[in-house]
């Protein structure tokens, strides 16, 4: 898939999901979910102030009897009850809604009740890249922020498994860095290059992975040969794997703000997708979120 056009009609050949909303009644999320429901793509279950959601659902022009709604009155409890929703097997996909993300993960963490599966749980941000024809995942850009290398491997598998689900077997991984060269005074490009020799060994499976790759040498093959650089992952990389949130954070924004790519985003490492798109993000970045968890939801079944 090389697009979020073929990510949604994957995602209507395979059948809706069953998304539980925490905190549902934002209009923004409910316009997604109503899109979606009408491509086939997934089922919402609502949680919050019925009365609430029942108003938005109005406003929006829809019927509010077609809709699973459960009761919860506080922020807390509509986490509470969607996390439940999930790991009882009532819903496939977990979502975030008029939620703070703390609140809105915390019983996603719980470890008698939470959906905790021993991985580490980390974002990743899909933009649709039109000048190589595919999808790029950045990771992680919002949950991890300072990785170390063990939690880096965590993310990169992550990514790989999502990669996986969106049809690309063996990704392109770019460990990037703000220089393409080992320096002692920049832990990351250490990590960068364990990272690349844990994949050579087989510890880091189903992946070609480099690193240190500066951005330039990752995202262009031509760039890489001015700098004299052999790699078999520049101008190739299905995955940018940053060294920071901050990194991940300003490389997302700018390819939204100043690139203005088509994207989506994921959490994954729990025992079912996690959607925690920002408020800010379009109500197409919402529509495709959904499509790709469905995709992973199946994938996360196989």
């Not at 809706?16 to 923004?28: G, K, L, M, N, S």
């Not at 990272?195 to 995202?219: C, Q, S």
């Not at 078999?232 to 940053?242: F, H, N, Q």
């Not at 379009?282 to 979120?289: D, H, P, Q, R």
Request: net charge negative.
């Amino acid at each position: 898939m090389t697009n979020f056009q073929a990510v949604i009609a994957e995602a209507q050949a395979q059948g809706p999901v069953r998304i539980a909303i925490a905190q549902a009644a934002d209009p923004e999320v409910l316009m997604a979910v109503i899109e979606a429901r009408k491509a086939g793509l997934a089922e919402g279950v609502l949680v919050g102030d019925i009365k609430a959601i029942s108003n938005v659902l109005a406003d929006l022009n829809e019927d509010t009897t077609t809709y699973t709604m459960v009761p919860a009155s506080t922020p807390e409890e509509c986490a509470e009850k969607a996390v439940a929703l999930v790991r009882g097997g009532e819903a496939d996909v977990l979502m975030k809604g008029l939620i703070q993300t703390a609140t809105f993960l915390r019983p996603v963490f719980d470890k008698k009740t939470g959906l905790r599966t021993g991985r580490l749980v980390s974002q990743a941000s899909i933009f649709e890249w039109p000048e190589k024809d595919k999808l790029l995942t950045v990771t992680d850009c919002a949950i991890n922020i300072t990785p170390d290398l063990t939690q880096k491997k965590g993310i990169l598998k992550n990514a790989i498994m999502l990669a996986q689900a969106l049809s690309v077997t063996i990704p392109h991984v770019a460990a990037v860095c703000a220089l393409e060269l080992v320096n002692p005074d920049m832990p990351e490009t250490i990590e960068a290059a364990a990272l690349t020799k844990m994949a050579d060994r087989g510890e880091i499976k189903n992946a070609v992975v480099d690193g240190p790759l500066a951005l330039d040498n990752a995202v262009s093959e031509e760039a890489a040969a001015h700098k004299g650089i052999v790699s078999p992952v520049a101008g190739k990389v299905d995955i940018l794997l940053v060294p920071d949130m901050k990194t991940g954070n300003v490389i997302h924004k700018s390819l939204v703000h100043f690139a203005h790519l088509k994207g989506a985003s994921a959490v994954i490492g729990a025992s079912a997708p996690l959607i925690a798109t920002s408020r800010s993000d379009s109500a197409e970045t919402k529509l495709n979120s959904i499509a790709v968890a469905n995709l992973l939801a199946r994938h996360l079944k196989q």
